[in-house]
């Protein structure tokens, strides 16, 4: 039973296309993110939702949207893509948003990641 | 803006030695890190965490070292095994909400 599940895991499309990945997460989780690693393997923060309310929203071109229909849910749509999109994108949940409320209801903080799509422009 | 770094981009090790990976942060205000591993093909996984009130946390194989007087963070592994290969990041979070990743080191188990 898969925790955090993203789809599609690969996705290989031409430059100016729109397209979407989906992330659900069955953990009863508060709180889902989007992060982007490129190829040298570094992780940004792109986007984070607490109970389907943007909290984070990083310096992001906004052809990307997040859209979070409940709480278990966080989607990205991505308009006119640039071959510069392509990288592996990682939908990720936490129990709370904020260390010190998970500290306050003993909760460990850390991230549950889904297993990643890969997103290849050509 | 605040960054997280890592001494080294790679490290190989001998399987059975101890492996340390060693992490830089910047934001002195910083109170809780976590480390994780990536595997090949896989999203990073929870390995063991500390907050700044601490210096020092085991976990099972993992122990984790933070020295706040140079802003150090260290993840020790002993007895590596050829299943601890893979990326290691350190994350440090600054009174919550969001979450920064190191650059990332690879860590290569010899046979």
Redesign the interface.
């Known amino acids: 039973d898969t925790a955090?599940s993203q789809t599609p895991k690969y996705l290989v499309t031409q430059m100016g296309n729109d397209k979407s990945i989906k992330c659900e997460q069955n953990l009863g989780h508060d709180t889902m993110y989007w992060?982007k690693q490129d190829s040298?393997?570094?992780?940004?923060?792109m986007f984070?939702y607490n109970n389907k309310e943007l909290?984070?929203n990083e310096t992001v071109p906004n052809r990307f949207s997040p859209k979070s229909p409940d709480k278990a849910h966080l989607n990205l749509h991505i308009n006119s893509l640039e071959l510069g999109d392509s990288a592996v994108y990682?939908c990720?949940s936490s129990q709370a948003?904020?260390?010190?409320?998970s500290?306050r209801r003993g909760l460990?903080?850390?991230?549950?990641?889904?297993?990643?799509t890969r997103l290849t422009v050509v | 803006g605040e960054s997280v770094g890592l001494h080294l981009p790679t490290l190989s090790v001998q399987e059975g030695d101890n492996s340390i990976i060693n992490c830089a942060y910047s934001n002195s205000a910083s109170?809780?890190f976590?480390w994780?591993k990536?595997e090949s093909?896989?999203?990073?996984?929870?390995i063991i965490?500390i907050?700044s009130n601490m210096d020092k946390r085991q976990g099972q194989r993992v122990t984790v070292l933070l020295n706040k007087t140079v802003k150090h963070l260290s993840l020790q592994i002993a007895a590596t095994q050829p299943g601890d290969s893979a990326?290691y990041?350190c994350a440090e979070?600054t009174?919550?909400?969001?979450?920064?990743?190191g650059?990332?080191t690879?860590l290569f188990v010899k046979a």
């Open positions: 955090v992060y040298k393997k570094f992780l940004k923060i984070s909290i984070i990682f990720a948003p904020l260390v010190s409320l500290v460990r903080y850390g991230y549950t990641f889904g297993s990643g | 109170d809780y976590i994780y990536q093909g896989k999203g990073p996984q929870f965490d907050r990326v990041f979070t009174g919550g909400f969001k979450t920064i990743f650059a990332g690879r």
